[in-house]
């Protein structure tokens, strides 16, 4: 279940005419001038000349001249202080816009549904029954994150990201989460990692996306985050940087961006080794192996590491204490602490800075402050689960790259412009719906409704209180979903 996934043949179904009528060129009627149209057929209605041409450009295996997207941007907003990021989805017919967290750290999209406890509340939900594209799967859907788990049902249905739409995506409709997963403006989570650690068994919409030939220019994603943690006047909800799609956006980044495959073997996360790790200079001993793994994560506020490592980060940070009770996992360091942490990844000289306003996660009294990295235990859940989640308190300070083919991560340095958004008060984006988003069809569909949970333990990652930032990092594979 850990291979890359590849067998699927994508269709890009374009072409709804199946026609190969040619547009009829003019036929002039010779002398005489004649008042009276053609009526050998009925008139073409305007949805009848451009499937006539796309018809054509089918039939010559020729890309639809209306695919007019070769790649595409969503504006995210920053929640809370840089706890989490979220972007805005379209799903059904007519389309409904859902703010959704962005998470790179697991492969399932879900909504809180209509019928859920969410109802009545601020949460905005789901209504199946106002789309009209809506199919039921009689599957029940589950999954576990870090801090927090969903449940409910599948269903499928037309969902628009960044200006594409994926027709028929399967979705869990969630009617219980824990408490703290989700509270208004959230409606949900969209996975952004590979389909082997779906719970659902639903290939992702952007690897659909990235798989179908002539849909994107590249098959990448690109995120730019902003921070604004460490700026007392932010407030609750501000700008928060932007992810493209099958581009990278060079106005936000300067130089090369460093691209490191994702090791052999690894798990469907963005997968990238951590080979060397500095805390004021110096350098700390880091596992290898598989141990050095890392999922590049999104979707988790801090740096969870091995606890070996940890304890190092913290030896070089004066005053510093291990948490207890509701901190345990975590580490107590002065507010003052001004600490320079670097990356290394995949054995790439380039290493990468992380700024001292990100090695705290927040304040927890009034000279108190909770550090950034905290303990990830993975005993017990198999050798292929990541000893590191990389979160947001790192991939602040770069520009980062989720490339599916040839798979691999990328970072490079931000631009001066994709800096000074951090920091900078401004509007946040409102949700857009696209009136011609390019369309393709989502692959497979799912089957089992019997699946056993196949409990492999799973990584555990300290978070009792929402509080604490979100560690968007799924944990255990739930269903074994299969494929048609
Ligand atoms: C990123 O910026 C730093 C600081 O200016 C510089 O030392 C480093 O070489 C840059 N890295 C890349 C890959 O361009
Ligand atoms: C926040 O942190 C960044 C990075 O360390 C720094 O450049 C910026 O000046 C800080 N902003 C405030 C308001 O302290």
Not at 29 to 40: D, K, Y
Not at 140 to 149: A, C, E, K, L
Not at 174 to 190: I, R
Request: glycine share 10%; hydrophobic share 40%.
């Amino acid at each position: 279940m850990f291979s890359s996934y590849s067998s699927l043949s994508l269709l890009v179904l374009l072409s709804i005419a199946s026609s190969s009528d040619v547009l009829a060129s003019p036929h002039p009627e010779g002398g005489r001038t004649i008042n009276v149209l053609r009526r050998s057929r009925e008139p073409w209605s305007p949805e009848d000349f451009r499937a006539r041409l796309e018809g054509v450009h089918a039939k010559y295996g020729m890309k639809s001249p209306f695919t007019k997207r070769s790649s595409g941007t969503n504006l995210l907003t920053n929640l809370q202080y840089d706890s989490s990021y979220f972007g805005s989805i379209a799903v059904g017919t007519p389309p409904v816009s859902y703010n959704v967290i962005l998470d790179t750290g697991s492969s399932d999209l879900w909504l809180a549904a209509s019928e859920s406890a969410a109802r009545g509340s601020d949460i905005k939900t789901f209504d199946s029954s106002s789309s009209s594209t809506f199919k039921e799967l009689n599957t029940p859907f589950s999954i576990t994150y870090g801090s927090g788990s969903a449940k409910g049902t599948l269903g499928s249905d037309n969902v628009q990201w960044a200006g594409f739409e994926v027709i028929g995506q399967v979705f869990g409709l969630v009617t219980t989460a824990s408490s703290g997963l989700l509270s208004a403006p959230l409606s949900g989570l969209m996975g952004l990692a590979f389909q082997s650690i779906a719970a659902s068994g639903a290939t992702p919409l952007w690897q659909t996306l990235a798989q179908t030939s002539g849909t994107l220019d590249s098959p990448l994603m690109a995120f730019q985050l902003t921070r604004f943690q460490n700026d007392t006047t932010a407030k609750n909800l501000e700008p928060g940087g932007s992810v493209t799609i099958g581009a990278t956006d060079s106005t936000l980044y300067t130089g090369d961006i460093d691209f490191q495959s994702i090791p052999n073997g690894a798990p469907g996360y963005w997968i990238q080794s951590v080979t060397g790790l500095t805390v004021n200079g110096q350098s700390l001993s880091v596992p290898t192996g598989n141990s050095a793994w890392a999922a590049i994560d999104t979707g988790t506020t801090g740096i969870g590491a091995p606890a070996s490592v940890v304890t190092q980060i913290y030896s070089q940070i004066p005053n510093s204490a291990a948490g207890t009770g509701q901190y345990q996992g975590y580490y107590i360091i002065p507010c003052s602490t001004s600490a320079s942490v670097t990356f290394n990844f995949g054995g790439s000289s380039n290493s990468w800075s992380i700024a001292p306003a990100d090695f705290i996660l927040q304040q927890s009294s009034a000279t108190e402050c909770i550090g950034a990295f905290f303990e990830v235990d993975n005993s017990g859940a198999g050798n292929l689960t990541p000893s590191w989640i990389v979160g947001d308190s790192f991939l602040k300070n770069v520009y980062s790259v989720f490339r599916q083919d040839p798979a691999a991560v990328g970072f490079a340095n931000l631009s001066a412009k994709a800096n000074a958004m951090s920091g900078t008060d401004g509007t946040v984006p409102s949700p857009t719906i696209a009136s011609f988003p390019s369309t393709v069809t989502a692959t497979g569909s799912v089957v089992v409704a019997t699946g056993t949970a196949n409990s492999n333990g799973g990584i555990s990652a300290f978070a009792r209180s929402a509080g604490f930032g979100w560690i968007l990092c799924i944990v255990a594979s739930v269903f074994a979903g299969l494929f048609l």
